[in-house]
Structure formats: structure tokens, C-alpha cells
């Protein structure tokens, strides 16, 4: 079994910064690709941003050039530096980690509310 906790979740105006952490504990590696997903109201859940054990980083569109995806590989921690925020960037943010078949594990998740 995997565990994923976020924290870091809360409000900020447009335009601010917000920092998302996650840690992993349990069944995991190094070797497992982590990312974050953000689900907004109405919405389906999307994909935001992932990085590997080697530090490949891939972004959705509508975050690139504002977010920033880290990793502790050492830790288990993985990191969203949310810049420039914007009101659509409200949502439930989660933590995800692929397991060895494709499975997917997820946190709780964190709310992160921006205002205009």
C-alpha cells in the first residue's frame, strides 16, 4: 500500500504563490512517476504536472510557465509551486503516484482557492 498526504492547500489572490507539498510513505520507490491533479467543481479531474526519479518534468498546458514541479527522491516529497495564480486554477489539488502495473494511488486532497 502507498499513502499520500498533501499540505499546503489555502486562499490567494490572483496573481500570488502557493506551494503544495506531498509525501509518500508505504510501498513506494524512487522509481514510481509522481505528479499532481486538480479537480474543480463541475469538472473532471485533470492532469497538471509529473516528474520522474530523474527529474523529468512534464506540465499540462494551462499551468506551463507558472507552475513548477520538484522532487526529494531521497524523501518521498514532491513539491507544485503554483506562480501567477489564477481564479481557474481554483480546484481540489491531488497528490498521485503510479504504482509498478499502472495503478494509480491518491491523497486526500487540498483545496487551493484563488481569487480574482
Known amino acids: 500500500q502507498v499513502q499520500l498526504v498533501e499540505s499546503g492547500g489555502g486562499s490567494v489572490q490572483a496573481g500570488g504563490f502557493l506551494k503544495l507539498s506531498c509525501t509518500a510513505s508505504?510501498?513506494?520507490?524512487?522509481?514510481?512517476?509522481m505528479g499532481w491533479y486538480r479537480q474543480a467543481p463541475g469538472k473532471s479531474r485533470e492532469f497538471v504536472a509529473s516528474i520522474t526519479s530523474d527529474g523529468i518534468m512534464q506540465y499540462a498546458d494551462s499551468v506551463k510557465d507558472r507552475f513548477g514541479i520538484s522532487r526529494d527522491v531521497n524523501k518521498n516529497w514532491i513539491y507544485l509551486h503554483m506562480n501567477k495564480t489564477k481564479p481557474e486554477d481554483t480546484a481540489v489539488y491531488y497528490c498521485?503516484?503510479?504504482?509498478?502495473?499502472?495503478?494509480?494511488?491518491w491523497g486526500q486532497g487540498a483545496q487551493v482557492t484563488v481569487s480574482s
Open positions: 498521485n503516484a503510479k504504482g509498478a502495473f499502472g495503478n494509480d494511488y
Open positions: 508505504g510501498r513506494i520507490s524512487r522509481r514510481n512517476l
